[in-house]
Nanobody, 127 residues
Framework: QVQLVESGGGSVQAGGSLRLSCAAFGYTYPHYWVAWFRQGPGKEREGVAATYTGGGTTVYADSVEGRFTISQDNAKNTLYLQMNSLKPEDTAMYYC????????????????????WGQGTQVTVSS
C-alpha cells in the first residue's frame, strides 16, 4: 500500500515562494506517475503538475506554467513542488497523488487517474 505525506504548506504574501514536499512509502514498482493537485474554497480539485518517475514527461496546468516546478528525489522517494510568484488565487489545499498506470499527457492532470493520495497541506497566499 502506497502512503503519501505532504508537508511545507503555510501562509505567504503574494509574490512569495513556498516549496511543498511529498514523502512516499510503500512503492512496489520502480516507475509511476506522481502529481500535485489543489482544491481551493468552493472549487473543484484541479491538477497542477505531474511527472513520470521513469523520466522525460512533465506536464503543468496553464495557470502555473512558468511559476511552479515539479521535481523528485528518487533516492528519497520524495516529490517536490517549488512555487514561485505566488498569487492569492493559488490559495488551496494541495495534495500529492501517485499511480502506477500508464497515462498520456492529456490525462496526467485528471484526479480520477490517480489511486493513491496524501492528506493535503494548506497554502494561503495573501494580497
Amino acid at each position: 500500500q502506497v502512503q503519501l505525506v505532504e508537508s511545507g504548506g503555510g501562509s505567504v504574501q503574494a509574490g512569495g515562494s513556498l516549496r511543498l514536499s511529498c514523502a512516499a512509502f510503500g512503492y512496489t514498482y520502480p516507475h509511476y506517475w506522481v502529481a500535485w493537485f489543489r482544491q481551493g474554497p468552493g472549487k473543484e480539485r484541479e491538477g497542477v503538475a505531474a511527472t513520470y518517475t521513469g523520466g522525460g514527461t512533465t506536464v503543468y496546468a496553464d495557470s502555473v506554467e512558468g511559476r511552479f516546478t515539479i521535481s523528485q528525489d528518487n533516492a528519497k522517494n520524495t516529490l517536490y513542488l517549488q512555487m514561485n510568484s505566488l498569487k492569492p488565487e493559488d490559495t488551496a489545499m494541495y495534495y500529492c497523488a501517485a499511480d502506477y498506470g500508464l497515462k498520456t499527457m492529456d490525462r496526467a492532470l485528471l484526479s480520477y487517474e490517480y489511486k493513491y493520495w496524501g492528506q493535503g497541506t494548506q497554502v494561503t497566499v495573501s494580497s
